[in-house]
């Protein structure tokens, strides 16, 4: 089963106005935070990020579909894309529930 999500960083948002001034970008962690909260309730447990790769920028003003896939062993896929395009923004795994964080 795939679990979508979408959300939207504002051009307004606070990080724009200090990373980085004049080519502003959302930091990874953000997008990673963002990320987490999307998968919400689909975690028993602590969360733990395995892997994480960035593939472009990801600029305040965009939007972007974040879809999660189960995988054995509790861990979850993610793909993070512009939304209205394919670009690919992210992608990882995430391991949920019974493990330490």
Do not use: Y
């Not at 309730?41 to 969360?47: E, F, L, Q, T």
């Not at 965009?62 to 793909?79: N, T």
């Amino acid at each position: 089963m795939v679990k979508s999500a979408k959300f939207f960083f504002a051009a307004s948002h606070p990080v724009a106005a200090g990373h980085f001034p004049g080519n502003p970008i959302i930091p990874g962690a953000l997008l990673l935070d963002e990320i987490l909260l999307a998968l919400g309730g689909a975690a028993d447990g602590p969360v733990v990020v395995k892997s994480a790769k960035f593939f472009r920028p990801l600029r305040p003003g965009e939007g972007v579909i974040v879809q999660f896939q189960s995988l054995a062993g509790g861990l979850k896929k993610f793909e993070c894309r512009l939304s209205g395009g394919e670009a690919l923004v992210a992608s990882g795994t995430i391991e949920t529930g019974g493990v330490a964080a």
